[in-house]
């Protein structure tokens, strides 16, 4: 009878040393997990002194912010490579920062533009040049885009206005003084640039 009572106890006892182990390993791993998804919060957190007074701002997701920096990169690109005055050093300046956003796609169109004497005539019929964005369509998941817009080249004599459709796709390399949105535009090529209007 004592036997019997001692094994019952001995069980009783393991069961309750099972139970207790079971659920400390269940609560060490809440605990950890509710842990981790603290830590993960508080990295997407940073704080902005100003003085000696914090500020919480959250930090936007890439993927958030992709759409909006992608259309703002394919615009000042497009500002950059079309916008011309007839200023010789003002044109090679804003060229060259147009072939930081763009890959060697823009060096060679660049270079046929040349060729054909489209800067030689911006200087010596005094000519200005500006783009107007009608629309960028940009596709987040194969990175393609198709960018829209209005030349109107205004020389002394008459003033003519062209549309442009432009393609290309868009990469993220990164962010330095000359490429502030950390994007490249790849495979760019002109689709149309054609006579709208002529004004006398």
């Not at 936007?60 to 990169?73: D, P, Q, R, V, W």
């Not at 533009?113 to 000519?127: P, R, T, V």
């Not at 596709?139 to 002394?156: A, C, H, P, V």
Request: hydrophobic content about 40%; charged content about 20%.
């Amino acid at each position: 009878m004592l036997i019997k009572d001692l094994a019952n106890k001995t069980k009783v006892a393991l069961l309750t040393v099972i139970i207790t182990i079971t659920g400390c390993t269940a609560i060490c791993i809440y605990c950890f997990q509710c842990c981790m998804a603290l830590v993960k919060e508080e990295r997407n957190q940073i704080y902005i002194l100003d003085g000696n007074i914090p500020f919480l701002a959250q930090r936007a997701m890439l993927e958030a912010n992709f759409e909006m920096e992608a259309k703002a990169h394919i615009q000042l690109f497009h500002q950059y490579f079309f916008n011309l005055p007839p200023d010789d050093e003002y044109i090679k300046w804003t060229l060259a920062k147009a072939m930081y956003m763009c890959d060697g796609t823009a060096l060679k169109q660049k270079q046929a533009m040349q060729e054909a004497g489209f800067y030689s005539d911006i200087m010596s019929s005094s000519a200005v040049c500006t783009i107007m964005c009608d629309s960028i369509i940009l596709n987040s998941d194969t990175k393609e885009f198709k960018y829209y817009g209005t030349q109107l080249i205004k020389r002394r004599t008459k003033s003519m206005k062209r549309s442009i459709i432009t393609v290309g796709g868009i990469e993220n390399v990164p962010r330095t003084r000359n490429n502030p949105h950390g994007l490249l535009i790849t495979k760019w090529k002109t689709l149309e640039n054609k006579d709208l209007n002529i004004y006398e």
